[in-house]
């Protein structure tokens, strides 16, 4: 299937070519800013200030024209034949205002995440939906936030980076993550992936994810509950995989399930910790590069 005809629910007809330009950068130079998440990083002074034209000022034109047509997460049609239906649509979720969300996005390109298709997929998703209604008004600040389980939603700018790292301009088709958590990664990941497939080894975690993810019906979304160790051989391989957990080396069954092409980006270590970029480029041959530090949950096998 070529890129044409896939169906996606972001503009990549208009966004591609800069992202693929923007891609030929080396992984070092976009990767200059270290921000670790923590919890602890959720402290007042992070919260977002609704300046509308500072929003306007900061965004990307066609990033701000997506922003802006879609309200409470439903992904922008884009196209005549998305207008009438899309596999890929969310429906409408309340919110009180938009503007947390493009603050969100703007902070995100100040940040040097440059890539527009990532970007608008951080807007069309209601991040507030996946987090306990006590800490809703913290949803958009930069800071990771826990949800139960001793678990957390990651921030923004890891997402994002993590993300527009594994995509590297590319259209993607199978994606792989591990770590489902509250669901949101994996929402944000249908945005531009033609088929998204999660893992959680945490049951009651994983029954989080589906209660949140159920009023978005994203029909291109796929949960598992399972073992993230030992992936999803049976619909490898996967153009990319993204690991929101610590390990101190990546599953060698993860490495074998990547395509030839593909990349695979998780954070390694276990108190000193770093974003670790792993790209196959043979039938047994992978390249690696350290990108930033981080702070991630530490990566555990088997189911509980």
């Avoid at 800069?18 to 130079?29: F, H, L, M, V, Y």
Wanted: aromatic residues 4%; charged residues 20%.
């Amino acid at each position: 299937m070529t890129a044409k005809n896939r169906k996606f629910p972001l503009p990549l007809s208009s966004l591609e070519n800069k992202s693929s330009n923007r891609a030929q950068q080396s992984t070092s130079s976009l990767l200059s800013v270290a921000t670790p998440q923590t919890a602890t990083q959720n402290v007042r002074q992070h919260e977002v200030r609704n300046d509308e034209a500072s929003i306007k000022n900061s965004l990307p034109h066609n990033v701000l024209q997506h922003a802006t047509s879609t309200r409470g997460g439903g992904s922008a049609e884009v196209t005549a034949e998305h207008r009438n239906e899309s596999h890929h649509k969310m429906v409408n979720v309340p919110i009180i205002s938009d503007a947390p969300r493009r603050a969100m996005v703007a902070r995100l390109v100040k940040q040097g995440v440059r890539d527009e298709v990532v970007l608008a997929a951080m807007g069309a998703v209601p991040r507030h939906q996946f987090i306990e209604s006590g800490l809703s008004g913290q949803a958009y600040i930069d800071a990771s936030l826990p949800i139960g389980h001793q678990q957390t939603i990651s921030q923004p700018y890891i997402v994002a980076r993590m993300i527009e790292i594994m995509r590297n301009g590319r259209v993607l088709s199978n994606v792989l993550e591990i770590g489902t958590g509250c669901g949101y990664q994996a929402a944000v990941l249908a945005q531009l992936s033609e088929n998204v497939y999660s893992i959680e080894r945490i049951k009651l975690l994983h029954e989080l994810a589906k209660k949140n993810l159920r009023s978005l019906r994203i029909a291109n979304l796929r949960l598992h509950y399972g073992d993230g160790m030992h992936g999803l051989p049976q619909v490898a391989p996967f153009d990319g995989i993204i690991l929101a957990a610590a390990g101190m080396q990546i599953p060698t069954a993860l490495l074998q399930q990547l395509a030839i092409g593909g990349r695979l980006i998780a954070p390694v270590g276990e108190k000193q910790q770093v974003l670790q970029l792993i790209e196959r480029t043979g039938n047994a041959d992978w390249t690696r590069s350290v990108l930033e530090e981080c702070y991630f949950v530490p990566l555990c096998s088997g189911i509980i």
